[in-house]
């Protein structure tokens, strides 16, 4: 499972944002329901101004992981399904939605004990 971290109350709202993705994952409305309303955006660029007002470099560090991770997860269900983080989302997927749930970073999920090695049967 998720380890100790299944049992944080946030973790249930996310677990439900992540099954809605997992039905629809490798399709056009697979992200619909994680856009985010204006005022989040509003909310959102607020933390990041006032980060940056402590520490520019950390902020820089944060926005650019999150359109890192963007782009690499938007490859992983369009373009590359052959790389070695791809092989790991897609176990995530197709095998089991509580194995791999870093999707993208196999290091994480050796670290929170979610990782799942074996391949799919093809």
Known sequence: GHGPLGKWPLLHHIKRLHMIHHRNDYND???EHLKLPFWARIIFFIS???ISSISLPFATGCITYVFYYGWLHHRMHNDDQASGCSRHHFIH???SARHNF???MPIIDKIFGTYYK?????
């Open 118 to 122: 074996k391949m799919l049967d093809k």
């Open 93 to 95: 997927h197709r095998k």
């Open 29 to 31: 409305k697979r992200n």
């Open 102 to 104: 870093s999707g993208t």
């Open 48 to 50: 990041f101004l006032l």
